[in-house]
């Protein structure tokens, strides 16, 4: 059964730093485009980051740019996102997925295909 299952949120203050955790089971993580996504309520799902499977390329959206960072552990078939400098506005459901027909990043919602529950994150103090 192919699965991604995000662990690692939780209530943070102001500054402080988190680390996501996305592990994938059925499937090998390296082998697609990986990205980060969040959602507040009302709002639509928008992409943090992403992570190409050809050559480890990177993508981060301007609001977070230089303060999180997206690795990946081929030998635990995981994807991080090291979040640090947390600020308010980065409250929300954050979300990992695979993209299994694309190697290189890409941002669009409906092209990733496998999804995470969500783990909730809570900027706040």
């Known amino acids: 059964q192919v699965q991604l299952v995000e662990s690692g949120g939780g209530l943070v203050q102001p500054g402080g730093s988190l680390r996501l955790s996305c592990a994938a089971s059925g499937f090998t993580l390296e082998a697609h485009a990986i990205g980060w996504f969040r959602q507040v309520p009302g709002k639509e799902r928008e992409a943090v980051s992403c992570?190409?499977?050809?050559?480890?390329?990177?993508y981060y959206g301007d609001s977070v740019k230089g303060r999180f960072t997206i690795s990946r552990d081929n030998a635990k078939n995981t994807v991080y996102l090291h979040m640090n400098s947390l600020k308010f506005e980065d409250t929300a459901v954050y979300y990992c997925?695979?993209?299994?027909?694309?190697?290189?990043?890409?941002?669009?919602?409906?092209?990733?295909?496998?999804w995470g529950q969500g783990t909730q994150v809570t900027v706040s103090s």
């Open positions: 992570i190409s499977s050809s050559d480890g390329g990177t």
């Open positions: 997925a695979a993209a299994q027909e694309y190697r290189l990043c890409v941002l669009h919602v409906s092209l990733y295909d496998v």
